[in-house]
């Protein structure tokens, strides 16, 4: 089983797949070397990044994560502010301290490759650590992939990668959404009550709840500030950041619309959700602390009907916020299991289409659907998602990945009021939205997978 803490992970942006994941997978590089007492005889270290790492990955900030992950950095814990500081000290003066310990020399141009055309056979997320010793004696070599989410997986040796499986044991297991359905009919459960038992072989419920009420908070954190940070996102695209704006506008701050400051705009609690996701995405792609919710890329959506649910539904607040994300992990659990949450592998369908479905069946849970309204909301979700192409303007996670996390959210809230205007019975299953996906993004053509070499990528001009 995939823990829901594992698909919600509190990191930093701009992309959970090319800056957290190469992140930790650095970081897991340089703690082999201290695990086998080869770190101190290390001198010199050279990381390769190859497919969609390699297109893309100066604009989502490959480059900064893999200098920050060989300095024993991780995405939880490090400082926004000073880290872009610390990836430039390296750049310049040539040198790296691996682990916080052992200094190399380190020389990006040379040590540091970006293989835009050169792709590893089992994901286009593939890079690959070398190190060798003084006398230029290989002393490790490790191939990582990441696979989206921040999911890092070990290559074994064969090209494919290591897997070792959770064996604790869970009460109701499941793969799919038809599983998980029939043990809901079958013990009498909801979602989230069969997610929670499951997080509780793990750990205590009361523990479980303290986590999810922990990323609530780094939610509202990242909302808050989000919303209240004008200017201009970095990269040489100058994204002007209109959340705090547009803030402002919704409070009542602008007199062409004083409608909104009394609440007689029926569309108003939409203009919110939008605010909140426009906020988080850029949050996102200024590099800030985010939620990852599956994705970077797709972190606004989750937060966004989230804070719909709070602050525009009756009912007790962590309440609503466990209940909310116990459902919406179950159903990324199914995609994680079954599926790609990866742009790269199969397009934004996988990411911001992934994150709709699960903030439409939680939202619907939230409401009061049943489980099979639950499933039908996180079916809608995705359906209306298919064939979405990754294609990020400059490489940056600016254009069009803010605003579609906006979108998606409003598509959130339209699924899952769909579903419970019907009594859960419909004709395309979750399953079969999500085989569809799949089959869609092995259909579609690489440039339109996170290379920036397809779609609005190569329509509009980079400054």
Not at 21 to 40: C, H, I, N, S, W
Not at 138 to 166: H, K, M, N, Q, W
Not at 429 to 457: H, P
């Amino acid at each position: 089983m995939v823990s829901v803490f594992e698909l919600f992970t509190v990191g930093i942006g701009p992309s959970s797949s090319h800056t957290v994941g190469p992140m930790r997978a650095a970081k897991r590089f340089v703690q082999t070397l201290t695990g086998t007492g080869d770190l101190a005889r290390t001198q010199r270290v050279r990381v390769e990044l190859f497919g969609s790492l390699g297109a893309t990955g100066h604009g989502h900030g490959s480059d900064r994560a893999v200098l920050w992950g060989l300095m024993g950095l991780d995405p939880e814990t490090i400082d926004t502010d000073s880290a872009p500081g610390l990836a430039r000290t390296v750049k310049e003066s040539r040198r790296l301290v691996l682990a916080g310990q052992h200094e190399v020399a380190f020389d990006a141009a040379e040590d540091l490759v970006m293989h835009r055309r050169r792709s590893l056979p089992f994901h286009p997320n593939g890079m690959t650590c070398t190190a060798w010793d003084a006398q230029g004696a290989e002393l490790a070599c490790r191939t990582y992939y990441s696979i989206g989410g921040g999911f890092v997986l070990d290559d074994d040796g064969s090209g494919r990668p290591a897997l070792r499986p959770d064996t604790t044991p869970v009460p109701y297991p499941f793969r799919t959404a038809g599983e998980l359905l029939a043990t809901c009919e079958h013990e009498g459960l909801g979602i989230a009550d069969v997610m929670l038992a499951n997080e509780a072989a793990r750990t205590s419920e009361a523990e479980v709840r303290a986590g999810l009420l922990h990323l609530w908070d780094v939610m509202v954190a990242c909302v808050e500030h989000g919303t209240t940070t004008p200017g201009v996102l970095p990269g040489g695209l100058k994204v002007r950041r209109r959340a705090a704006d547009l803030r402002t506008s919704l409070d009542g701050g602008d007199p062409a619309h004083p409608e909104r400051a009394r609440g007689v705009d029926p569309l108003g609690a939409l203009d919110w959700l939008t605010v909140w996701a426009l906020a988080v995405n850029e949050e996102n792609a200024s590099g800030g602390r985010i939620v990852t919710a599956p994705t970077n890329g797709a972190a606004g959506v989750i937060p966004a009907v989230l804070h719909y649910a709070v602050q525009f539904l009756p009912g007790p607040a962590e309440d609503t916020v466990v209940r909310f994300l116990l459902t919406a992990g179950a159903i990324a659990a199914i995609y994680q299991q079954t599926a790609s949450i990866s742009g790269a592998e199969v397009g934004c369908q996988g990411e911001v289409g992934t994150a709709c479905s699960m903030a439409a069946g939680a939202l619907a849970a939230v409401l009061g659907g049943t489980p099979a309204q639950v499933e039908n909301a996180a079916e809608i979700g995705m359906e209306h998602h298919l064939g979405l192409t990754c294609d990020p303007v400059g490489g940056l996670v600016q254009i069009p990945c803010i605003e579609r996390n906006a979108v998606g959210a409003v598509k959130a809230v339209t699924a899952a009021r769909l579903a419970l205007h019907g009594d859960g019975r419909h004709t395309v299953s979750l399953d079969k939205v999500i085989k569809t996906m799949m089959e869609t993004g092995a259909d579609m053509k690489v440039k339109y997978k996170e290379t920036s070499r397809g779609g609005l990528a190569v329509n509009i001009v980079e400054c």
